[in-house]
């Protein structure tokens, strides 16, 4: 079992810089695949999802089917999403995320003044995705 999680660490270390993942989750009446494109990060074996806006529909999905698939630079992972929560839990992928995507922390930094003057909701959301031993 351990060599399986270190491939997935191997594999994960291979692609944690790309951009962007591909996240393929499921319609919550059809069950039908769909495909979104959104960023991530990387943390040990885990990899973490965020979003602007929990309304979207493919977080509405993910929330009542947290089966998912990732396709990161040629990698592909299967696993199960949970959706975070835990305020402190939120946090650490925020600060992740804005580590990772720092060209954009202007823009980060506008929707936290917005947010704090009641002028925009606060509609971030994050997901941590296990991921299951074998590839799928």
Known sequence: ?????????????????????????????????????????????????????????????????????????????????RFLTDPAEQERVKLMMRRKYWMYGPVFAVARVLTAMGLLQDRTGSFEVTLNEKVG
């Open 1 to 81: 079992m351990g060599g399986s999680a270190n491939s997935h660490m191997d594999r994960l270390d291979k692609v944690a810089t790309k951009q962007t993942v591909r996240l393929t989750h499921y319609g919550r009446k059809s069950g039908k695949p769909y495909a979104v494109t959104i960023w991530f990060v990387v943390d040990g074996d885990r990899v973490y999802l965020g979003t602007a806006n929990v309304k979207r529909q493919w977080v509405r999905n993910v929330q009542k089917t947290p089966k998912v698939g990732l396709s990161i630079g040629g990698e592909t992972f299967a696993g199960e999403a």
